[in-house]
């Protein structure tokens, strides 16, 4: 079953352009987490967000987490051809052990 | 620190042809996990491990079997592979939120 979903399923931009990637999910959690995947490489973790903080920044990174409509979002600011990767949204799932359920994904293709 | 390694890279079976998958880990994390990523299937959960000497099934555990003998390792194997076994396989290590994932196995059943 598909806690996450992400949406769009795929982004393509200019460089120096923002990239804003959503996560739905469907029943309550206690973080929200973010990873990035290159073409052949395995998962990265980009950044964790606890579910009584609303924003979180990381570099370039901005997450935010609306917990009341169960959705949250990555923004990458000024982006670069080196962020051209799969982005995923992962929540705890079952009874955790740090168990987590991962999105679809979404490709974000930048261009130079 | 190596963190997470896959052996072997990319491995191609016939099928019922058997094989182990050997994930290793120096970071002393309890938890273990084995992955599968297929095209517009995002990752699936095929066993994971609370600790040494624990397994237990994750969402796709029908036809893997899983091993954690030593904390640092956790070892995947398919007895009798099928070609819907063609997949990437991860492996990955936490404790307790974040996970640290290997490079990958690329399988392919013939």
């Known amino acids: 079953s598909q806690q996450g979903e992400e949406d769009p399923q795929a982004l393509s931009i200019q460089e120096g352009e923002n990239a804003t990637m959503n996560c739905s999910y469907k029943?309550?959690?206690?973080?929200l987490q973010w990873y990035r995947q290159n073409s052949g490489r395995g998962l990265v973790h980009l950044i964790l967000?606890?579910?009584?903080?609303r924003e979180k920044h990381s570099g370039r990174l901005r997450v935010t987490l609306d917990t009341s409509k169960k959705s949250s979002s990555l923004l990458i600011t000024a982006s670069r051809a080196a962020d051209t990767a799969s982005y995923f949204c992962?929540?705890?799932?079952?009874?955790?052990?740090?168990?987590?359920?991962f999105g679809q994904g979404t490709i974000l293709t930048v261009h130079p | 620190n190596a963190g997470v390694t896959q052996t072997p890279k990319f491995r191609v079976l016939k099928t019922g042809q058997s094989m182990t998958l050997l994930c290793a880990q120096d970071?002393?994390?309890?938890?273990m996990y084995w992955y599968r990523q297929d095209p517009g299937m995002g990752l699936r959960l095929i066993h994971y491990?609370?600790?040494?000497?624990?397994?237990a099934k994750g969402e796709v555990p029908d036809g893997y079997n899983v091993s954690r003998l030593k904390k640092q390792n956790f070892l995947l194997g398919l007895e009798s592979a099928a070609p819907s076994q063609t997949s990437v396989y991860f492996c990955?290590?936490?404790?307790?939120?974040?996970?640290?994932f290997g490079p990958g196995t690329r399988l392919t059943v013939l």
């Open positions: 491990s609370v600790g040494e000497g624990t397994t």
């Open positions: 992962a929540t705890p799932s079952g009874t955790s052990y740090g168990k987590l359920t």
């Open positions: 990955a290590s936490s404790y307790p939120n974040e996970q640290f």
């Open positions: 970071m002393n994390h309890e938890y």
């Open positions: 967000i606890r579910s009584n903080e």
């Open positions: 029943t309550s959690i206690n973080n």
